[in-house]
């Protein structure tokens, strides 16, 4: 067996380890009952994720990537069951027998051992599973996405802030941006990716490449902001029933929804809650509008005049080229992600204001695609022409057909290992708890 070259075995080692240190941050900063406790029934407790990354990391690297032709023997296989996430509901996942906080800590530490072990003397052997590493990235990826819903768990926790980050970079174009858009000849264009060359680590569901054709449009130049949504509601956005669709009026009426989650009014102005600290919404104005669901956000779409964009648009804006009519990695071109391009990697723990990232822009004047907030699209979810599963049905397949709509382009708690232009986030049209906000859009030629 060829072993993978250094570069690459360092870039995979590298990935595992920042998704790991930000995994312990986030258990690190609570003690043992809060990371026992159930904060919300739509989140598992802490100390479930910990032990659910290590036990995904035991089942495809230590069993799955070791030499050989059979898997081999896991660190802990009899508790595989208690942390399958597709038989055991988050609102049931405390009454299982889990780990406890040290055991399953200690369980992470082994895993990891064994997994840097094999990857010392990995080779691809001829397993599509291996080929330029893509297993490692893939739970590299997988743990980032754990360490986003830990985050998420840890916005919806009760008590004293117990994260800090240094605040987001500021803005001079915000007042020039918001409430402008940009319009988009449309054409055929490349979506989707082959995982091949720098996207390797591109999961099914992004797979195949294939040309789609987009009739013109126009797209915000920013995501909608705090202030903006603020005179939604103003206006009377809640109550008026014009505005949502009947699932979503459904869900205002029965929750008693008058705002976004986290926002309160106090002594007459709107405040939100951001990890346990609370602020005047006027002093993040231009911050892009955070957990909001798809019905909040498609109905603030009408009160503009406007509706959200489809996937297909979504893509196109953020990799098209116009000029060259090149399909490119990213908005700003082909080269990865850096603090100068994207609010990513939990860096700053909220949303940048609007325009703090020009260097991000894509060519035709479109901001902060990537990173700051996953952005709802107006798409069901389902397998591009050809799609294959793998490595497992359960990753993308399972959901196709459901009620759930697409959001994409990452938000600040994305690990930068999965913040690509293809990658594809789905979640039912009622969720809040993410890290979720919007722009809007409007086909060519409506008023």
Same mark, same amino acid.
């Given at each position: 067996?060829?072993?993978?070259?250094?570069?690459?075995?360092?870039?995979?080692?590298?990935?595992?380890?920042?998704a790991?240190?930000?995994?312990?941050?986030?258990?690190?900063?609570?003690?043992d009952?809060?990371?026992?406790?159930?904060?919300?029934?739509?989140?598992?407790?802490l100390?479930?994720?910990?032990?659910?990354?290590?036990?995904m990391?035991d089942?495809?690297l230590?069993?799955?990537?070791?030499?050989?032709?059979?898997?081999?023997?896991?660190?802990?296989?009899?508790?595989?069951h208690?942390?399958?996430?597709?038989?055991?509901?988050?609102?049931?996942r405390?009454?299982?027998?889990?780990?406890?906080p040290a055991?399953?800590r200690?369980?992470?530490?082994?895993?990891?051992?064994?997994?840097?072990?094999?990857?010392?003397?990995?080779?691809?052997?001829?397993r599509?599973?291996?080929?330029?590493g893509?297993?490692?990235?893939?739970?590299?990826?997988?743990?980032q996405?754990?360490?986003?819903?830990?985050?998420?768990?840890?916005?919806?926790?009760t008590?004293?802030?117990?994260?800090?980050a240094d605040?987001?970079?500021?803005?001079g174009?915000?007042?020039?941006?918001?409430?402008?858009?940009?319009?988009?000849?449309?054409?055929?264009?490349t979506?989707?990716?082959?995982?091949?060359?720098?996207?390797?680590?591109?999961?099914?569901?992004? @797979?195949?490449?294939?040309?789609?054709?987009?009739?013109?449009?126009?797209?915000?130049?920013?995501?909608?902001?705090?202030?903006?949504?603020?005179?939604?509601?103003?206006?009377?956005?809640?109550t008026?029933?014009?505005?949502?669709?009947?699932?979503?009026?459904?869900?205002?009426?029965?929750e008693?929804?008058t705002?976004p989650?986290?926002?309160?009014l106090?002594?007459?102005?709107?405040?939100r809650?951001?990890?346990?600290?609370?602020?005047p919404?006027?002093?993040?104005?231009?911050q892009?509008?955070?957990?909001?669901?798809?019905?909040?956000?498609?109905?603030?779409?009408?009160?503009?005049?406007?509706?959200?964009?489809?996937?297909v648009?979504?893509?196109?804006?953020?990799?098209?080229?116009?000029?060259?009519?090149r399909?490119?990695r990213?908005?700003?071109?082909?080269?990865?992600?850096?603090?100068?391009?994207?609010?990513?990697?939990?860096?700053?723990?909220?949303?940048?204001?609007?325009?703090?990232?020009?260097?991000?822009?894509?060519?035709?004047g479109?901001?902060?695609?990537i990173?700051?907030?996953?952005?709802?699209?107006?798409?069901?979810?389902?397998?591009?022409?050809?799609?294959?599963?793998?490595?497992?049905?359960?990753?993308?397949?399972?959901?196709?057909?459901?009620?759930?709509?697409?959001? @994409?382009?990452?938000?600040?708690g994305?690990?930068?290992?999965?913040?690509r232009?293809?990658?594809?986030?789905?979640?039912?049209?009622? @969720?809040?708890?993410?890290?979720?906000?919007?722009?809007c859009?409007?086909?060519?030629g409506?008023?």
């Amino acid at each position: 067996m060829t072993r993978y070259p250094d570069e690459l075995r360092t870039r995979l080692a590298d990935e595992l380890a920042a998704a790991r240190r930000r995994t312990q941050v986030l258990a690190d900063a609570v003690d043992d009952a809060e990371l026992t406790r159930q904060h919300s029934p739509l989140m598992s407790p802490l100390h479930w994720d910990v032990a659910h990354i290590a036990n995904m990391e035991d089942l495809w690297l230590v069993r799955r990537a070791s030499p050989g032709d059979e898997p081999a023997p896991g660190v802990r296989e009899d508790i595989d069951h208690l942390y399958d996430a597709f038989i055991n509901p988050r609102a049931d996942r405390p009454a299982l027998p889990l780990l406890d906080p040290a055991e399953a800590r200690a369980y992470q530490a082994t895993v990891r051992e064994r997994s840097l072990e094999i990857l010392d003397a990995a080779g691809a052997d001829g397993r599509p599973l291996l080929e330029e590493g893509f297993v490692y990235g893939m739970i590299a990826q997988h743990e980032q996405q754990h360490v986003e819903t830990m985050l998420a768990t840890h916005q919806l926790r009760t008590g004293p802030r117990v994260l800090h980050a240094d605040p987001p970079p500021a803005s001079g174009l915000a007042a020039e941006l918001v409430g402008t858009e940009v319009f988009h000849p449309g054409g055929r264009f490349t979506m989707g990716v082959d995982a091949v060359g720098p996207d390797v680590f591109a999961l099914d569901n992004e @797979r195949p490449a294939h040309e789609v054709d987009v009739a013109p449009f126009h797209l915000d130049a920013v995501p909608t902001t705090n202030g903006e949504y603020a005179r939604f509601i103003d206006d009377g956005g809640y109550t008026r029933r014009e505005l949502w669709s009947d699932a979503g009026w459904e869900h205002v009426t029965a929750e008693g929804w008058t705002a976004p989650m986290t926002w309160e009014l106090v002594d007459g102005a709107w405040h939100r809650t951001s990890f346990g600290e609370r602020e005047p919404i006027a002093a993040v104005a231009d911050q892009p509008v955070l957990h909001v669901c798809f019905h909040e956000a498609a109905a603030y779409a009408r009160w503009a005049g406007k509706r959200l964009p489809t996937e297909v648009e979504w893509e196109y804006a953020a990799r098209v080229d116009p000029e060259s009519g090149r399909t490119r990695r990213f908005p700003w071109g082909d080269e990865e992600p850096t603090a100068e391009l994207a609010n990513l990697d939990q860096r700053h723990l909220q949303p940048a204001p609007v325009g703090a990232y020009p260097k991000g822009a894509s060519p035709l004047g479109v901001h902060q695609l990537i990173g700051d907030v996953w952005e709802w699209c107006d798409s069901g979810f389902e397998g591009y022409p050809g799609f294959a599963p793998f490595p497992y049905k359960e990753y993308s397949e399972v959901f196709f057909g459901g009620d759930f709509r697409m959001l @994409r382009g990452s938000s600040f708690g994305v690990g930068t290992v999965a913040a690509r232009t293809t990658f594809r986030n789905w979640d039912l049209p009622i @969720r809040r708890q993410i890290f979720s906000g919007f722009r809007c859009a409007r086909s060519a030629g409506d008023a």
